[in-house]
């Protein structure tokens, strides 16, 4: 389950003068929202506006059109008044998108160097009762990313969608690519046991090499760039790996089992579409932003704010962000796929550009230059080497100005980016309560570019403590028998809290997308991708020293690591 911050609602007003709905709602954009409530209201899209305000946390449940937008439009018309509805928890764990159910089948096939040659995946993707808007996708986009960073020349996928009981499974954080980085990573290290080598041994081995890039895999999917074992080398670096027997033996000593896991993911995001980004100098000699992109707790003012900087030499406060409002901006991804800075920002950094180049010819007419020999320097367009200046807000009360003074760029990537990292997680395990501490967890990325490095460790932390959850507690369990959702309040279903998520150490080697104008790979996904197979990795590494138990299914609780751990020492779990 999503479990954002503030839960799904909308406020519907009818304007019965011009026969004008409004809607008001927590979304991860209004755009296409809007467009499927056109034609499940059969209105034309002037008579529709869908506004979208501060929204806290979004994780791919709130793309969608749900069915109590529509029933509070209707209600709002019959009625004559505005109508609320707002979520409560419960609402949410029984009828919002839930995420990540997948059982699958995983083969790999090694040469006698330990060279891979071939993968064999057998996915089955819950639907839910019925379909929902991205459900097939979800499985599908996943699985073509199933030979990870690996240089596996065949591949032989096969997804099949079931229907269930359950609410419809769609997008959550990561949508496919977690669930594929999982099956991968958990079985490289399966086949490191297996043939023995060291889980690392095995990877560097069959590491796609960053000579070998732009690769394209068995899948399909064109590699652009990266360096897989540059970065698995930092992350060991950083969480003393050859130190680890000497924090074994003290574990021993204590009566604990211990373990160090870890993951090497790639993701493919940041090519949701093109998005419009339109910038405008304000009388005042402020610049206004409108662009489709819905933040949900990412940032994106800031991370805007710091593009339009870098060319118009404004300090963040003299930029202004509109989102989320159907009537200001004509169109909107929103956000998801990890595509806002990819996408959006590349977008914003074309327009800056241009309307840059255009405040120095309007500058260049007033001081009776070449833009050629004018600099921007803190909202002012300076004639070179000079004290010849004139400000934004002078050029901007001019009467000449003509469109010069609105820029609009909208970037369509050419192909995915391939944002990747490793993720190493150390744990302890008390073997009589089969309670799980993660001890230390190191991630190091490659997102090709870092354009804020606060708020790209904070989308790293966010991700990867959702990645915490799912491996340790997070589960979603229906009755067998009748189907009745059992864990349908935060009294039933376990989220990490704040002692259970460790201080996270963080880095980037970061090697530039050659595609993409900014150099960036998208980041907001990352997080919730590699963590689980590290988590589970180092769990099974415990178990697996102390038991010689190979393997577990998510989540590790207490009760089913406890379960593992009697059951191979020959003791029948009470």
Known sequence: ????????????????????????????????????????????????????????????????????????????????????????????????????????????????????????????????????????????????????????????????????????????????RPEAAYVIERLVDHAARE???????????????????????????????????????????????????????????????????????????????????????ESDGSATLLIGSQSTGQGHATAYAQLVAQHLSLPPERVSMVQGDTDRIATGLGTGGSSSIPCGGASLAGAAKKLAQNIKVLAGEALEAGADDLEIVNGTVRVTGTDRTISFAALAQRPDTGNRLTAMDAFTPPQATYPNGTHIAEVEIDPATGETRIVNYVVVDDFGATLNPLLLAGQVHGGTAQGIGQALMEHTVYDPASGQLMTASLMDYAVPKADEVPAITFETRNVPCRHNPLGVKGAGEAGAIGSCPAVMNAIVDALWRARRISHLDMPATPHRVWTAINIATGQEPG
């Open 195 to 281: 043939v023995g080598m060291t889980p690392d041994a095995l990877r560097r081995r069959n590491f796609i090499k960053p000579s070998a890039m732009p690769y394209q895999s068995a899948t399909g999917q064109n590699y652009d760039s990266g360096n897989f074992a540059t970065h698995l080398k930092r992350a060991q670096e950083l969480a003393d790996w050859s130190g680890f027997a000497k924090r074994l033996r003290l574990s021993k000593k204590a009566g604990r089992l211990r373990g160090i896991g870890l993951s090497t993911y790639i993701e493919a995001c940041g090519n949701a579409g093109s998005e419009t980004a339109t910038l405008k100098l």
């Open 1 to 176: 389950m999503a479990n954002y911050l503030d839960t799904r609602g909308v406020v519907a007003d009818y304007d019965a003068s011009d026969e004008r709905l409004t809607l008001t709602l927590s979304s991860q954009g209004p755009h296409a929202i809007r467009d499927t409530l056109l034609q499940v209201l059969k209105l034309p899209a002037e008579k529709l506006r869908v506004t979208t305000p501060d929204v806290g946390g979004g994780f791919g449940t709130k793309l969608f059109p749900y069915r109590e937008y529509a029933l509070a439009a209707v209600a709002s018309k019959q009625l004559q008044k505005p109508v609320t509805w707002i979520a409560d928890r419960s609402d949410h764990f029984l009828g919002d998108m839930q995420g990540r159910d997948n059982v699958t089948t995983a083969r790999l096939a090694l040469d006698e160097k330990h060279r891979f040659l071939a993968l064999d995946v057998d996915l089955v993707a819950n639907m839910g009762a019925y379909l929902s808007q991205f459900a097939p996708l979800i499985p599908t986009l996943g699985a073509v990313l199933s030979p990870g960073v690996y240089d596996i020349s065949t591949c032989h996928i096969r997804v099949r969608g079931v229907y269930t009981n359950t609410v419809p499974v769609d997008a959550y954080r990561g949508a496919g």
